[in-house]
């Protein structure tokens, strides 16, 4: 087991997270690994866009998609079936990989 009691991180390809997860890695000189299955949703028409009053339209489709996330997909997103099966698979990797270890996981709002 490395020193403070982390073996291994892992966080998504978004560099966010392994900015998050920089402060356990430069304390414990654990390296960070990258792996894009637990990046976040992908959402389609609402990438990028505003979720308040000044996109109405953007509005109604977060709305509907936080109100039904298992039967309405954004248009041009990921179902959120396909997305909960990618991530549960790359908890399954990790776990494999890292049996009786110690692993820091970083992903995002919906991936957690």
Do not use: Y
């Not at 392994?18 to 390296?31: N, Y």
């Not at 990618?86 to 992903?107: C, D, H, P, S, W």
């Amino acid at each position: 087991m490395q020193p403070g009691g982390l073996d291994a991180i892992t966080v998504s390809a978004l560099r966010r997270t392994a900015q998050t997860a920089g402060a356990a890695s430069a304390a414990t000189g654990v390296p960070i690994q990258r792996m894009a299955a637990l990046d976040e949703i992908g959402m389609g028409e609402l990438e990028g866009r505003w979720r308040d009053e000044r996109d109405p339209a953007a509005q109604a489709l977060w709305a509907q998609w936080k109100a039904q996330p298992w039967d309405f997909t954004v248009p041009g997103g990921e179902p959120f079936s396909h997305f909960a099966e990618r991530v549960q698979t790359a908890l399954r990797t990790i776990l494999e990989r890292e049996r009786g270890k110690r692993v820091l996981v970083v992903g995002h709002s919906a991936t957690n």
